[in-house]
Nanobody, 125 residues
Framework: QVQLVESGGGLVQPGGSLRLSCTFS????????IGWFRQAPGKEREGVSC????????VYADSVEGRFTISSDNSKNTVYLHMNSLEPEDTAVYYC??????????????????WGQGTQVTVSS
């Protein structure tokens, strides 16, 4: 049974940093892509970043390029989203998701089959 659990959200001041964790079970990351998505109130779900377990490639949305970094620790079955220089516009519920995929990943939410429950990130002074 595939499961994903996000953690690490919270309240942070503008310019601050957070590290989100996505701990997964029920599959081997070598054959899957893991994506991070976010949804702010009244807005559509937005793809933030993804990591391909098959080739190690990563993708970032333009809005987070240079500020966010995705990484994987296979020994812990965890994918991280390191978020720096946070802005109020980054406030959202952040979700991780997985899809069976070979090759480069994509941040198209509709392609992902398995989702976590989300973790709230609030950027405010």
């Amino acid at each position: 049974q595939v499961q994903l659990v996000e953690s690490g959200g919270g309240l942070v001041q503008p310019g601050g940093s957070l590290r989100l964790s996505c701990t997964f079970s029920g599959f081997t990351v070598d054959y899957y892509a893991i994506g991070w998505f976010r949804q702010a109130p009244g807005k559509e779900r937005e793809g933030v970043s993804c990591f391909s377990g098959s080739d190690g490639s990563t993708v970032y949305a333009d809005s987070v390029e240079g500020r966010f970094t995705i990484s994987s620790d296979n020994s812990k079955n965890t994918v991280y989203l390191h978020m720096n220089s946070l802005e109020p516009e980054d406030t959202a519920v952040y979700y991780c998701a997985a899809v069976y995929l070979w090759g480069p990943c994509t941040v198209a939410a509709g392609l992902y089959d398995f989702w976590g429950q989300g973790t709230q990130v609030t950027v405010s002074s």
